[in-house]
Each structure stands twice: as structure tokens, then as C-alpha cells.
């Protein structure tokens, strides 16, 4: 798609990978931006930021009349709509024992049923602005699983494999459907604490700013899908090409030392109710 006079909306641009899509895209000619995630100040902040057009929207996504509100602060701003970033996600670790299906239902919530039903609001207006484009944040966690991340993997899996359709359904209409999968990332809701604080396990953790120029790759720029950093996607190929190798590592004494705690559950566990 063509950069000149890109409108995109991102959803989670209060902090972290939105955040910094949001200065990136910014910078792109004509750029205009519409922020969307619950903290209205950080956006606001965020807008008056920027070097370019940009308003806010403070929701809760998982509200059920959330995909109307953004529609309808989309088509009363201008005329179309030329990016979809569903970027907005959390992650509050468990097993399946502790945290049954309550936690499933809570990602998929948010991280699947979410995003599903904002682009069925915003696709009308993507296909009146085609050539467009939509960016899901997948994760690896959408290709490879561990222990106390079941949840949130299950919501990537689904999201990722409702991606893959999207992509092959939309083509034809000139809506280009584009899949960021990110490891381990340095934000508000992911500190990675665990993996900074080891010099052995420091250097995997990745920057917002690279996931950015990834999103952007693949929604003006016409990727299809990338890992970031890309040596993430080697994991994805082993969990097809040797998934009992796969399976024997994640089960291991050794794949403790790729947990993370995020700062959802941190939240969880200060406050019970
Ligand atoms: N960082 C990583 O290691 C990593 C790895 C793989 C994938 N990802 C994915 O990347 C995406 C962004 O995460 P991040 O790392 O940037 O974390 P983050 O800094 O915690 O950002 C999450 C964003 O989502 C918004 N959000 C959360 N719940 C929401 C809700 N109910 N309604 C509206 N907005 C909501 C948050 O804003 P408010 O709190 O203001 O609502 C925030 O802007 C997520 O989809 C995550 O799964 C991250």
C-alpha cells in the first residue's frame, strides 16, 4: 500500500510495541494517527507528542460496545481508514490447574475475540481506503507453548491461524493482512525481568522499536509476517520439524530459565480481587 496520507489506527498505544508503532508511524508523509487503549492520559501525552495529526480513544477493548465506539470515532475523524494495528494484548501466566478455563477465557477476551470483533467494525472502512492494511501482533508463544503460558498461547495460536485466513480472504478486496510474532520484548507488560537480570539469558530480550519497524513492515511496507528478532522464527520451525526435541526442552528443568513473570499477574497478585 502507499505511504502518502496513511491513517492508521493502534490499539495499545499507551505503552510498549503501541507506543512505539505510534512514534514510527508518525513519521511516515501524511501520516494521521488514532491512539486507542483504557489510560487516557498516556494517550493523550502521546498524541500531543507526535509530529503529526493524532486523537485518542480511551476504552476497554473486551467492552461489547467497544468496536462500535472506535468505528464510530474513526468515520466522524475523516474518510477511511488506511491501517489496522491490533497490537492491544496482556499476558497473566498460571497453569491450567490454578487458573482453569477463567484465565483462557480472559486472553481470549482480549487477545483473539478482541481484535476479532474491532476489524469486523473497521473493515468496511479498510476496504473503502484500499489499498490498506491490518497488522496483528501475534507472538511466538502463537507457535510454540510452555508451562503457566497455556492461556495466553492458546490466544496467539487462534490468533495467528484467524490471521492466516484473513490474509488469503482479503487479498482480493486490497486489504493486505500482515503478522508480527515477537519474542521476548523489553515493555510495561512483559518486563522480562528474569532474562535481564542473567547475563546468559540478557541478550535475547528485544526492543520495542524493532517490533515497530516490524509492524510497519508489514502493513505499509506489504510483509506477510515476521519474527522479531527473526531468529525467534527457528523455534517455530523446531516445534514442526523436531517437536519431540522441542517438547523434551520446554518440559525440562531448563526451560525455567525462559519464565517470565508479566506485569498483569504482578497486578494480580498484589490485588486478589
Ligand atoms: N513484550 C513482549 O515480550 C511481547 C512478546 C510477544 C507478543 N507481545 C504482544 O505485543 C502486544 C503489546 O504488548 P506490549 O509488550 O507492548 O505490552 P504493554 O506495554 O503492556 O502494552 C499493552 C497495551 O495494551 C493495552 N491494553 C491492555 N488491555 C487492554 C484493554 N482491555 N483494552 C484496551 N487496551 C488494552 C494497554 O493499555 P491500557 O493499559 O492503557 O489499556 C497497553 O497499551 C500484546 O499483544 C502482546 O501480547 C509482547
Known amino acids: 500500500m502507499a505511504d502518502a496520507s496513511l491513517r492508521a489506527l493502534i490499539t ?3 505503552s510498549g510495541i503501541g507506543e512505539a508503532t505510534a512514534k514510527r508511524l508518525a513519521r511516515e508523509p501524511g501520516a494521521e494517527l488514532i491512539l486507542v487503549a483504557r489510560r487516557e492520559e498516556r494517550l493523550r501525552a502521546l498524541a500531543e507528542s507526535l509530529p503529526c495529526r493524532a486523537s ?3 476504552l476497554d477493548l473486551t467492552d461489547a460496545d467497544a468496536p462500535e465506539r472506535v468505528r464510530a470515532h474513526v468515520a466522524e475523524g475523516g474518510s477511511g481508514l488506511s491501517l489496522l494495528v491490533n497490537n492491544a494484548g496482556a499476558a497473566w501466566r498460571g497453569s491450567f490447574a490454578e487458573s482453569g478455563y477463567a484465565n483462557v477465557h480472559r486472553h481470549m477476551q482480549l487477545n483473539f475475540d478482541a481484535v476479532v470483533r474491532l476489524t469486523e467494525a473497521l473493515l ?3 476496504h473503502k481506503a484500499a489499498p490498506s492494511a491490518i497488522v496483528n501482533v501475534a507472538s511466538t508463544a502463537g507457535r510454540v507453548s510452555r508451562a503457566r503460558s497455556g492461556a495466553y498461547s492458546a490466544s496467539k495460536f487462534a490468533l495467528i491461524g484467524w490471521t492466516d485466513s ?3 480472504e482479503e487479498k482480493e478486496h486490497g486489504v493486505h493482512v500482515g503478522m508480527v510474532l515477537p519474542g521476548f520484548v523489553l515493555t510495561e507488560g512483559f518486563p522480562a525481568t528474569e532474562l535481564r537480570e542473567k547475563a546468559a539469558t540478557r541478550w535475547i530480550v528485544s526492543k520495542p522499536e524493532k517490533v515497530a519497524e516490524a509492524i510497519h513492515q508489514c502493513g505499509p511496507g506489504g510483509r ?6 527473526r531468529p525467534y522464527g527457528l523455534a517455530a ?3 514442526i520439524l ?3 526435541l522441542v517438547r523434551r526442552v520446554l518440559s525440562g528443568g531448563g526451560a525455567s530459565s525462559l519464565t517470565t513473570s508479566t ?3 504482578q497486578d494480580q497478585n498484589q490485588d486478589p480481587g
Do not use: K, T
Request: proline share 11%; glycine share 4%.
Open 124 to 126: 468496511p472502512l479498510l
Open 12 to 14: 495499545g498505544a499507551s
Open 242 to 244: 523436531a517437536p519431540s
Open 263 to 265: 506485569a498483569d499477574e
Open 237 to 239: 520451525a523446531l516445534r
Open 224 to 229: 506477510a509476517e515476521r519474527y522479531v528478532p
Open 56 to 58: 485518542w480513544l480511551a
Open 166 to 168: 484473513l490474509y488469503a
